[in-house]
């Protein structure tokens, strides 16, 4: 399993990285830097795939960090 670990980190960051990339912040890059104008856009109601995309996110980043954590035992 300590030999498989690093592996399984891997497929997680990356997966992790492409859940954060694919989920829309705003509709002008500085909406991701808070210099958006729309402040509707930071609060609306998740449907659909981005409601299947923000729970992956939250289930891939809890899973990573349980991986880290048991790398550490």
């Not at 989920?23 to 808070?34: D, E, I, K, L, S």
């Not at 930071?42 to 880290?68: D, M, N, P, Y």
Request: aromatic share 10%; hydrophobic share 55%; charged share 10%.
């Amino acid at each position: 399993m300590k030999s498989l670990l690093p592996y399984i980190q891997i497929i997680l960051s990356v997966l992790l990285v492409a859940a954060i990339l694919l989920q829309r912040t705003g509709a002008q890059v500085g909406g991701a830097f808070g210099g958006s104008d729309n402040f509707s856009s930071a609060f609306h109601t998740r449907r659909g795939f981005e409601k299947v995309l923000f729970a992956t996110t939250i289930v891939i980043a809890i899973l990573f960090t349980v991986s880290a954590l048991i790398n550490l035992v």
